[in-house]
Every structure is written in C-alpha cells, then in structure tokens.
C-alpha cells in the first residue's frame, strides 16, 4: 500500500471543501471535469434501461448493444475496422490502466510513462512491483515525446509503453508522424501500447489520431476511452478499452474477479451517448474553445507567466518560474491567499515542476474571477 500514490486533483478537492465549510470563496480550477450536465437525452436512456429492468448482473465484458455501438462508433471516426468481440467495458476507464498493467506485465518489467502525465500509470505501476520509467516531454517540443529519447529509455526489461493523446495535463496532442514513430519502436522491440485517448474529441485545433489507424498495432495496441469528459458523464463511471484478441480473456477474468460488471443502466446511457444527438457535444466544445481563449489571454497578460496554447482537452499548463516561484509554492500561495485552486505540475512527474495545471472547465464569468484574483496575488508580490 505505501507504493500507492493518489490524485493530486482529489486531494486538492477534499482541501477546497474544507476552506468552503469555514466560509472561504474558492473559484476551482483543479478538476478534470465538465461543468457542463448530461445531456438529457442521455439521462432518458439510462431512466428507461431501469424501467425496462436492467437492474440485474450484466456480462462482465459488457452488454453487447454497448459495445457493438462502441466498436461501430471508433471504426467510423477513425476508418479502422474494430471488431465488438475486441471491445471491454469497465466502470470508468480508471480500470483500464489497473487491468492492463495486470494482465501483461511481471513484477520487475518496466513500464514507460510520460512526465508529466496522468499520476495514475505510475501509481499503480509500482502498486503491481513494476518499475515506471518516464519519457520526458518538454515543453519547447509542444509537449510531445522526443522519439529519441523514448529509444534511449527501453531495456530488455521493457513491457509496455503508455501514451496520452490528448494530454492531460498539457493539453497536447501528438501528430500521426509521431504516432507512426512510436508504432516503429514497439514493433522493432516486441512492445505492447496504452494509449490513453479519453480527450479525444475534445480538440480545438489541429487533429487527433489514433494509434490504432497506425498500420501493425492492432495487436499490440489497448486504448482507453470512455464517455466522463466526452459527455459531461464523470459520475456514470463508465468507460472501456479496444485490446488484442489474446488480451479479451484476461480483462474478462479481472473484472469477474473485482467488480463483476458496468452498472446495464449506465451502459445503455453510454450506446445513447454514442449513437445520438451530438448537439450538447458540439455546443460545449464551442465553449470549450471560447474559454480557452480568455484564459490563455488573461494568463498571458500576467506578469512572469508563459502560456503555451494548448491544442486540445481543457487545461492550460503555463511555466510559473518567471514569478520566482516553482509550480508546488505558486499553486499552495495562490489557494491560501488568493482563493484559486489548480494543481501544480510536481503532481504529474518531475519535468514540469515550474508548471501549473490549469482546468478551464468552470464558467466564463468564474474564469474571469479567477483571472482578475490572479493579478491582484501577483501585483502584491512586484
């Protein structure tokens, strides 16, 4: 238990309700979460998958409609033809990281993980007695992996590598070249991919891809995505992987052996999601993209700050340094005396510690609040 780390958005949050109990106004820009609702039609489905009597145990890899609507809904974006029999689906997409780690490594092999990046793969990669190694990515490659530096990393010990694109927390994106040099690296070195794609219709500019369209990898790929960001749908605790065939059997054991099955009601919310109205989807991306823009240009108007734009997901990742502050005393300073919370970048690995991570999922006016808190905490400090 103590190589078991946690989640620094988690813990910032039990803090913000603290400080809310004691009478102090805190604008939350910490969490990883829409603050936009579910949309309704969704709601609906899982109301009538109730009344419809989906209370009982589902298959433990998922109800076929759901995956067959997954399968068919990650083949048309991405012209790559997945099977529903390859489709997984877990209570959020957490499970996909614990189950994937479990059912292809050995204790002592090593796993590659980026930095920063999701503190989730490293935690419970030493949870399972693995050892993660991080692949720097830097901010002045737009925070994308250095392939070389990736080479340099692997050993014999090597087993899997993880990537995240979009990224949480930069908000970068990896390009289809970049994808195609990590596919050569893990075929020349018999290695097996996760590639986290949770944000990926969260992009504002530019393109996602998947490292499935990558011709080679359907056989060494598992990616993981799921309906929390996508569909303003944390709380449903849905999610799933596309993994080889030889890696089906091994996730269903897992899961009969930890938590049985995904809640049918939220399942047949998820087919909804997936296969109807894409109007709420459209519409927060739109407002994604507006508060991106105010608070790239708020963050860029404050003194010692540097913004990089990020392309996708809803977070901005700005360098602290020039405040003469890491990014571990801004974030703790700036909730004690300002009243605005958001995560260092010491919680996502140690490359980016005069980073800050930057939710702009909260709404304009709170932005705008947090913003204005900002450049009072900063001016006292000239």
């Known amino acids: 238990m103590q190589r078991l780390g946690t989640e620094g958005a988690l813990a910032v ?110 935690s419970m990669a030493r949870f399972l007695d693995l050892v993660p190694v991080p692949v720097p990515l830097r901010s002045g490659n737009d925070f994308r992996l250095d392939l070389d530096e990736l080479r340099a990393l692997i050993s014999p010990r090597t087993r899997l590598l993880v990537i995240n694109s979009p990224h949480n927390p930069t908000g970068g994106m990896l ?33 996602h891809h998947s490292l499935l369209e990558v011709d080679g990898m359907a056989e060494r790929t598992i990616v993981l995505d799921g309906v929390s960001k ?24 897992l899961i009969i052996n930890t938590v049985s099955g995904t809640a049918a009601h939220a399942q047949l919310a998820g087919a909804e999601a997936l296969t109807g109205p894409q109007l709420a989807l459209d519409r927060m ?56 919370s958001l995560l260092p970048g010491s919680g996502f690995g140690d490359v980016a510690t005069d980073h800050v991570r930057i939710s702009y999922a909260n709404s304009r006016a709170n932005l705008r609040l947090a913003l204005g808190r900002m450049a009072g905490f900063l001016a006292a400090e000239a």
């Open 13 to 122: 949050a039990e803090r913000v309700r603290h400080m809310a109990a004691d009478g102090r106004d805190v604008v939350t820009l910490h969490i990883g979460e829409p603050d936009f609702d579910t949309p309704p039609h969704v709601v609906e489905a899982a109301y009538r998958a109730l009344a419809d009597g989906y209370t009982h145990y589902p298959p433990p890899l998922g109800l076929p409609a759901f995956r067959e609507a997954i399968a068919a809904d990650f083949s048309r974006r991405r012209g790559v033809a997945v099977p529903a029999s390859r489709v997984v689906v877990v209570p959020g997409a957490k499970p996909v990281v614990a189950y994937t780690l479990q059912a292809v490594t050995d204790p002592g092999d090593e796993v590659i993980v980026p930095d920063p990046g999701f503190p989730i793969y490293a």
């Open 175 to 207: 390009t289809r070249s970049d994808l195609e040099g990590v596919a050569a690296i893990a075929m020349a070195h018999d290695l097996l991919v996760l590639s986290d794609e949770v944000y990926g219709r969260l992009v504002h500019e530019g393109e």
């Open 230 to 253: 996508t569909y303003a749908m944390t709380g449903w605790r849905l999610g799933w992987a596309i993994v080889p065939p030889t890696i089906v059997e091994p996730f269903e054991r």
């Open 285 to 340: 991306n739109t407002e994604f993209r507006a508060r991106r823009a105010l608070m790239v240009e708020g963050l860029r108007a404050l003194p010692g700050l540097w913004v990089p734009m990020p392309p996708a997901a809803f977070y901005v990742f700005p360098d602290v340094s020039g405040t003469g502050m890491d990014g571990a005393t801004f974030a703790e300073r700036l909730l004690n005396e300002a009243g605005v």
